[in-house]
């Protein structure tokens, strides 16, 4: 089945622990998922795998400070989504698990897929202060200055993407979503 973001962001914001708002919520997650697409079209990665990451990568933080097993945890709610909002190859559902597993404590990857989510969320590192470090990014298209600053600016002022509320339907200001029909029971994920 094709994959619906608005589907997958649902089913995370019903049990998310933060304020939608917060630096680590659905701002956050659309940045990275813009940033991942501009990334992705110069870098060849799958771009399925890339938009998953970005709205699952830190949607089981539990506060938004220190919390190393966030990334972990992401990772295995990913697995229980699996085949019932989402679906992905068993190669590719390797790619997403890693990302969002590794995302904070790895610096780099052999694969261009994982490289370019970790970048998608690292050039987003302005909304807290800190400018992304090209030492710290894994892809060329990330470590080039116009994407850096391109990316920084937004996390800087806290741009909030269109996309949010006209494909996700959330709207931040209220802390409301738009009702979304949910596929009944769906088939089991062989390997949950
Ligand atoms: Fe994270
Ligand atoms: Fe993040």
């Known amino acids: 089945m094709p994959i619906s973001i608005p589907l997958v962001l649902h089913a995370v914001l019903d049990d998310y622990a ?84 590794g995302h904070t404590h790895e610096r780099t990857h052999l694969d261009v897929t994982i490289r370019t989510c970790w970048d998608a969320d690292r050039l987003d590192l302005g909304r807290v202060g800190i400018t992304p470090h090209p030492k710290y990014l894994c892809t060329d298209v990330a470590r080039r200055p116009a994407t850096i600053k391109w990316a920084d600016g937004r996390a800087s002022f806290g741009v909030v993407p269109e996309i949010v509320w006209d494909e996700w339907g959330i709207d931040l200001g209220t802390g409301e979503a738009d009702a979304i029909e949910r596929p009944e029971g769906g088939a089991e994920c062989p390997s949950k």
Request: one cysteine or more; a negative charge.
């Open 18 to 101: 933060l304020p939608w708002g917060g630096d680590h919520g659905v701002a956050h997650w659309a940045r990275v998922y813009e940033n991942g697409l501009r990334l992705a079209e110069e870098t060849g990665a799958i771009v399925e795998v890339v938009r998953l990451f970005a709205v699952l990568h830190d949607c089981r933080r539990i506060n938004e400070h220190t919390d190393p097993e966030h990334g972990p945890r992401a990772a295995e709610f990913a697995r229980t989504l699996r085949g019932r909002l989402f679906d992905l190859p068993d190669h590719e559902f390797c790619l997403l698990h890693r990302a969002c597993a």
